[in-house]
């Protein structure tokens, strides 16, 4: 074969890596060239983050060769490909809050031998973030940092420590929409350099708007490698579910009807002891979903927290049809019909190790017939966990199965189920379909505007703009713990909502008007 | 070759039975290599230690004697365990079991003249478990309040019972009949637990089954029970649920430290018939590894109650028959639960080993740089 292109900067072969009851990577063959964005779609659990790993010497597989610049490598270790030039900013960043930004740069380098001139690096790292537009202030500490700056310092660690292949896993998830174009902004100029870009994602639009080739995974199985100027998301999305997708959930009009809940007020704080919540109001009414914007870190978690009872507020009122339910406790908040789809659902929403049977009947268990007294009944708790399974579709060898073993996409089913099994009046879900595949978000959507049909009030808190976009009504934007503003979702304008999420005010929006209230 | 460790899909239900038996035969091994060494032949002294704890009525009695105590604080253990409140004070609420029944037994009567004496043994009963089960409510307030890590207190209120009873019976309460010998005086024969006929083992083994019974039942078919077993897995996820924690901290260490009352009852009502030096020898702690031996489930419990009790039996007879410290039992229980919390990690973990036999790559379909065909 005669060379017409230049060596890739990587090329794993037959990669095979074989976890417990699962193939994550089957014979995956994978090559990025210098000075090319190569992205790796595909749902979750479709075998991307896993080739990642090894390529970032994290997992050793247990088949395959890789090659970098032409020549087989062994990486058995992170720090193996890190001297290979190879280096992954992780979703979660893996910097020492108290240190600096400087002294995240040399941590774990041998480079200082003895005296640590940290002048010096300062003076690198800002050449560093000047040359690729990474602004960053090498003497602040980490802690000081937003999310997107944060991810800035990790990328500026990379490359401080010679990286020419970058990984990024997922690396919009926690910006803003104008920081994403930064980011992209940087990385296309890093690749102008020569450098290789690996960026990971899910999201059809990214991609298509950053990469110059894209590999999609599916069942940790290569479905092609296409060039992006040859494809479509269309195409693309085909390729990841294997199946046309529909891109929008019907949601039909409907009136909104009396007011369910009515926050006023409302502060709170975060772990730190330091504000969160900075005066929130806000209404929702029947049959209406209220959407939360914002970028993590912004007083989304405390207020799903406030309002289910599991954080003290410090001032304002939440009353749930007309009964005041301010500081109550998470089983009167139960009781008054209301349910919660917490952002972490193996950390609080379900109890892995028990089987499904006991994780369905975790909010209707002292009723009957789940129970009679202070006893079980075992029999009608079979009959609940197996009709909730048929009516969700939930799969699952049976009720008896630990939840820890079900899907992401089923874990989450199962907790809607129960959830939606109380009847709420009103539905408290975070980030309800994140990591979720195409298939599973659909169906999960699909309960969300299922329960809005039956006269619940939703509250939807999510980072993904097009999910609020496609579900609510109405659009209120958190930043720093105060309403920035509540926009219909109807004709909504991104770029506003972007800029609100940033923390600019709109200037007299109309649509807000009623929705204020004097402090 | 390499071994590695691989995270199992679901907990071996063969490792918990496998893991407590290997771990059993491996402590007797290091235990035969400590005998070794003292010049004693160790099959011999583990034949004898059989023989002396089941071998005939005697040593069966005896060692179910020794049992009681061992499962009820063993139950104690387990259902606190279960909440993952780390209770290791039943050996100071058997104390104080054993203290409050002894205090029944002795001035009740005298208080209360026109108390019926068949009423005695009753209260006190109920007087042991409320006072195992109050000094147990002790460092679970100060957890559900304060915040204070419960281990620390549970093994210090330990040293404070066993110190105050036996303040008791070296001092005011010592029987000055008793030629100077540290305990109080018998209690009236309406305050003895009665006895099987020609043994020792007395009415408590029946509580301790009836308990393991209950608790069983308790932990599996109630409305509590549930609430045990979310806590335990996931307290995030508890208080989430709206299952109150704090309640049920005060709840199980209640029932916990109850039980292990009860077992300070049967030891003082049941064998000495009064408060006597002896009474605090380690059941409170022993009942941990019986506990976790019995994967804190009340029928593990029972049975393994029943072998270390016979552990025990076994070592004070080759004391006697072989003139060895009674101790190698108290080296093999500690063998016991060091292989056991080695050999929990294959609970949730299993071995893998390669035999660098699969390693080599099938070769990939691209032509390699070479171009060699």
């Known amino acids: 074969m005669t060379e017409h292109q230049p060596t890739p900067a990587v090329r794993m072969i037959g990669i095979v890596k074989r976890f417990p009851g699962v193939v994550a990577n089957d014979h995956v063959d994978f090559e990025a060239l210098p000075g090319e964005v190569h992205s790796l779609l595909g749902e979750n659990g479709a075998g991307k983050s896993t080739l990642m790993n090894i390529l970032s010497g994290l997992y050793t597989p247990d088949e395959g060769e890789i ?97 020419r292949i970058l990984i990024l896993d997922e690396p919009t998830a926690v910006l803003t929409p104008q920081e994403v174009d930064d980011l992209f902004a940087t990385l296309r100029k890093m690749t102008t350099e020569g450098k290789t870009i690996i960026f990971i994602s899910h999201k059809l639009e990214e991609v298509m708007a950053i990469s110059d080739r894209i590999t999609v995974l599916r069942g940790g199985k290569v479905v092609a490698t296409v060039r992006k100027a040859e494809t479509s998301p269309a195409e693309l999305a085909k390729m990841m579910v294997g199946r046309e997708v529909l891109f929008r959930v019907e949601k039909e009009e409907r009136e909104p009807g009396e007011v369910v809940l009515e926050v006023s007020g409302l502060c709170a704080n975060n772990d730190k002891g330091l504000p969160a919540l900075k005066n929130v109001s806000f209404t929702i009414r029947e049959g209406e979903i209220l959407g939360v914007a914002g970028v993590a870190g912004n007083g989304q978690r405390e207020l799903a927290e406030v309002l289910t009872g599991l954080r003290k507020a410090t001032a304002g009122t939440v009353t749930v049809l007309e009964c005041d339910v301010t500081n109550c406790s998470p089983r009167k908040i139960i009781g008054e019909k209301v349910g919660h789809v917490p952002e972490d659902r193996l950390g609080m929403g379900l109890v892995p190790n028990l089987p499904v049977s006991d994780n369905v009947i975790m909010k209707t268990y002292k009723e009957r017939p789940i129970s009679a007294g202070p006893f079980l009944n075992g029999g009608a708790i079979g009959r609940f966990a197996r009709r909730l399974v048929e ?88 930043y720093e713990g105060e309403v920035q503003g509540i926009v219909p979702a109807k004709d909504a304008d991104v770029g506003a909502i972007g800029l609100m999420m940033a923390g600019v005010k709109p200037g007299a929006p109309a649509a807000t008007e009623t929705e204020r209230r004097p402090a | 070759m390499r071994i590695r460790l691989e995270r199992r899909l679901k907990p071996s239900r063969a490792a ?116 195992g089960a109050l000094w147990g409510l002790i460092p679970a307030l100060l957890r559900a309040f304060v915040g204070v890590n419960e281990v620390i207190t549970t093994l210090m209120m330990n040293y404070i019972a066993i110190l105050w009873i036996e303040y008791l019976f070296y001092g005011p309460w010592r029987d000055p009949k008793g030629y100077g010998f540290p305990g109080t005086a018998p209690f009236p024969q309406e305050g003895w637990l009665p006895r099987y006929p020609g043994t020792r083992v007395h009415l408590g083994l029946v509580f301790a089954i009836a308990a393991a019974i209950i608790l069983w039942l308790v932990l599996t078919r109630t409305r509590w029970g549930y609430e045990v077993r979310v806590i335990g897995e996931n307290p ?72 270390l009790a016979g552990l025990l039996v076994g070592g004070d007879q080759i004391q006697i028959t072989m003139r060895l410290p009674a101790a190698v039992a108290l080296v093999l229980q500690g063998a016991i639960l060091f292989f056991m919390l080695g050999g929990v990690l294959f609970n949730q973990y299993r071995l893998r080993v390669d035999w660098g036999l699969r390693r080599r790559p099938v070769r990939p379909t691209l032509p390699a740089e070479g171009g060699e065909s």
């Open chain 2, 16 to 131: 918990g039975v496998l893991v407590p038996l290997i771990s059993l035969i491996l402590a007797l091994a290091f235990g035969g290599l400590i005998l070794l060494a003292t010049g004693a032949n160790p099959i011999v002294t583990y034949k004898a230690m059989a023989v002396g704890a089941f071998g005939g009525k005697y040593a069966i009695s005896e060692t179910l004697v020794k049992a009681i105590p061992l499962i009820l604080c063993g139950l104690g253990v387990a259902v606190a365990f279960r909440m993952r409140f780390w209770n290791i004070g039943a050996e100071g609420q058997l104390a104080m079991g054993g203290f409050a029944a002894a205090w029944v037994a002795l001035f009740l009567p005298g208080l209360l003249p026109n108390l019926p004496l068949k009423w005695l043994l009753p209260l006190m009963i109920l007087a042991g478990m409320l006072a």
């Open chain 1, 391 to 478: 009516q969700f579709n939930i799969a699952t060898p049976s009720v008896q199965t630990p939840v820890r073993l079900l899907s992401g996409g089923n874990l989450q089913k199962t907790l809607l189920a129960r959830e939606i099994s109380i009847s709420p009046r009103l539905m408290i879900a975070m980030h309800p379909t994140r990591g979720l595949d195409v298939g599973a978000t659909e169906a999960v959507r699909r309960l969300l505007l299922e329960q809005r049909k039956q006269g619940a009030a939703l509250l939807l808190i999510s980072e993904d703009l097009d999910e609020l976009l496609e579900l609510a009504d109405r659009i209120l934007v958190l």
């Open chain 2, 236 to 307: 995030r996820a508890a208080r989430y649920a709206g299952i109150s924690l704090w309640r049920n901290f005060l709840l199980v260490m209640l029932v916990s430290g109850a039980l292990a009352g009860l077992a300070g009852v049967g030891e003082v009502a049941g064998i000495s018939h009064r408060l006597q030096k002896g009474l605090t020898v380690g059941y409170g702690y022993t009942a941990i590894i019986v506990a976790w031996m019995g994967q804190l489930n009340p029928w593990g419990v029972v049975l393994v109650g029943i072998l």
């Open chain 1, 67 to 163: 090659y970098l610049f032409g020549r087989p490598v062994v990486l058995r270790s992170p720090r193996d490909a890190i001297t290979h030039g190879i280096g992954m900013v992780h979703q979660h960043f893996m910097l020492v809050e108290m240190h600096t930004v400087a002294e995240n740069m040399v941590l774990g380098l041998n480079k200082p031998r003895f005296i640590l001139n940290l002048r010096e690096i300062e003076r690198e790292v800002e050449q560093l973030s000047a040359q690729y537009g990474l602004h960053v202030d090498p003497r602040a500490r980490i802690w000081q940092l937003s999310v997107g700056e944060q991810q800035r310092v990790e990328i500026l660690k990379m490359l401080y420590r010679g990286a």
